[in-house]
């Protein structure tokens, strides 16, 4: 093989100019009489090194491996010899072990300065350099100790941050820090749940690619919890009824569920606390949302539900202070949005009215029951007339469809089965606060059937609708229906009323079965459970006309694009 050596020209500019009369320009004054221009240095080094060089160069660049040059972030401090020449293969790691001695010994004293990091990407057996630096800084000011307060602490570290990052992240920052108003979800989403994006919008986040789970983790989950508890409260009054006593059950269906719905209760609590704890700009903005918010009530409902299907094995009578603790972050979000559902603006009634909205009606129903269950008399009846006000309102404001006259999607028709919860609820509230399912106990509970029918019969309605978090909107709303009916057969006892309450029973719990083992597939088998959340990824403005052209333009994030640039310098 023949050696060819090594030429290195430099540009006729490099060879006129002194780097140490241009301003701005790096240079290192070594101090010991060496010359100061250490790209001199290296270039008479190379030569004197002649055909050895040469040629060890040559093997090395003879090989069919990649080679990426690492520079530094900055112009300040490049030299000769600061470039790392990184292969991609295990055969050079005998050559780089040989080649221990350090060719340049005045280079190595000056500071170090650290690369950009390289992505990991694996083809055959080729390996890129893998950094402990690579991490995804996309989704940092929708955590907790980013932003802001993360800067401060650098700041009062004596490591200020960069002022080109915080020139080229400024604006991105601000989008995400402060949550958009309400107006603003109305203009960039849409859809009767305002949770798709408008063509014309622009996410903070990548759309394209799986976002960090606790970030996808939405406060609707909690619907989960809210179906099984239901369960256990079908159980309970299935076992104590005595119109339902031919049936022979026992209070171990009952207990099994109770703690399973407590098990279920504490993990998604936790899941979600660990949302607040890490990701609180993202449960910010589910606050915010005008739709979303009605769900904040969910966890709440589900301990009530929790109290009213305690086992008696476990207690008999609780304590009344329990029902005050339950229902004092009730209150308080009640005060929040019915008062906004009355003052106007944009969160009026009419512009966010959703069958969601149920979920803040049902809450002083469930508590007025709980709390007559307990002996209490005036705060249950308070709650059952607050309750009934604005379902009324709630009820017509809903049948008109006054926000947008449309229909909702597919995968939202099993929302409608809220209507059936209000009603229903409401009966068994009345019925304990009266102590009798007398005739005012009626009139809800023959709404809550009839809804109940008119909805089971429109079996076109519900096919075709691929499965999603809003299904469970099923689960409560039937049992609620199921239990009721229990009741009202032990005021009303004959072979027809007892009929029904097999039948809604056997009904609700086999939708609930059904959907438990539907969302342990779709979430640890499909992983499919929890999409990306994005509406709680819009900006705090609305994009510029050069933000959309770009969001129009790209078709695959940043990291896709380098990794296909890799994959294209592979194949050289």
Request: a positive charge; proline letters at 6%; aromatic letters at 12%.
């Amino acid at each position: 093989m023949e050696k060819t050596e090594l030429q290195v020209e430099i540009p006729s500019v490099l060879k006129q100019t002194s780097c140490q009369n241009i301003k701005g320009f790096d240079c290192v004054d070594y101090g010991n009489g060496n010359n100061p221009n250490p790209l001199e240095n290296a270039i008479s080094d190379i030569e004197s090194r002649g055909e050895s060089t040469a040629g060890s160069n040559m093997t090395r660049l003879e090989r069919k491996d990649v080679i990426i040059i690492s520079l530094p972030a900055s112009p300040s401090g490049l030299h000769i010899g600061q470039t790392k020449l990184v292969l991609h293969s295990e055969k050079c790691k005998n050559t780089d072990q040989n080649n221990t001695k350090n060719p340049y010994p005045q280079l190595a004293k000056q500071k170090k300065f650290h690369s950009q990091p390289i992505l990991v990407r694996e083809n055959g057996d080729r390996k890129v350099v893998h950094s402990e630096a690579v991490r995804d800084h996309r989704f940092d000011p929708f955590k907790t100790w980013s932003g802001k307060l993360e800067r401060q602490i650098s700041n009062l570290r004596g490591k200020p941050t960069q002022e080109a990052d915080i020139e080229a992240g400024a604006s991105d920052r601000e989008e995400i820090e402060e949550a958009p108003g309400v107006d603003r979800y109305f203009d960039a989403l849409e859809g009767p749940e305002l949770d798709t994006l408008r063509a014309t919008e622009v996410s903070v986040l990548p759309e394209d690619e799986k976002w960090p789970f606790l970030l996808r983790f939405p406060v609707n989950a909690f619907g989960i919890c809210l179906g099984v508890s239901s369960q256990a409260i079908l159980w309970k009054t299935l076992n104590t009824s005595p119109a339902m006593n031919f049936l022979h059950i026992g209070p171990m269906p009952n207990l099994i569920l109770w703690w399973a719905a407590l098990a279920l209760i504490l993990f998604v609590s936790f899941v979600y606390l660990l949302k607040i704890v890490f990701y609180f700009e993202a449960v910010k903005r589910e606050y915010y949302h005008p739709v979303r918010v009605n769900f904040f009530f969910a966890p709440w409902i589900a301990c009530l539900f929790m109290a009213l299907a305690v086992p008696p094995s476990i207690a008999v009578n609780l304590r009344p202070f329990i029902w005050y603790i339950l229902m004092t972050p009730i209150f308080m979000l009640e005060l929040k949005i019915y008062g906004q559902w009355m003052s106007g603006g944009q969160r009026r009634l009419s512009k966010v009215a959703n069958p969601s909205n149920h979920l803040s009606i049902v809450g002083n129903f469930v508590g007025a029951l709980l709390g007559a269950n307990m002996g209490l008399k005036e705060g249950p009846i308070f709650f059952f007339a607050v309750g009934l006000a604005h379902y009324i309102v709630l009820f017509v404001t809903l049948y008109q469809r006054l926000p947008t006259n449309a229909t909702l999607p597919k995968e939202l028709h099993p929302v409608f089965f809220l209507f059936v919860a209000a009603p229903s609820v409401a009966c068994m509230a009345w019925a304990k606060i009266q102590g009798d399912f007398d005739y005012a106990a009626r009139i809800p509970y023959f709404i809550a059937l009839f809804l109940y029918m008119s909805l089971a019969v429109r079996v076109n309605f519900f096919r075709g609708i691929r499965f999603s978090l809003a299904w469970w909107a099923y689960t409560f709303p039937m049992t609620g229906a199921s239990i009721a009916t229990i009741k009202y057969t032990m005021a009303v006892t004959n072979i027809v009323t007892r009929s029904l309450s097999i039948c809604l029973s056997a009904i609700s719990t086999f939708t609930v079965s059904t959907l438990l083992v539907y969302t342990i597939i779709h979430a640890f088998v499909l992983r499919d459970l929890f999409p990306n959340d994005i509406s709680i990824a819009i900006t705090r403005k609305k994009p510029k006309f050069s933000k959309m052209l770009a969001h129009f333009r790209s078709s695959s994030s940043d990291s896709k694009d380098l990794d296909s640039s890799i994959s294209k310098n592979s194949e050289f």
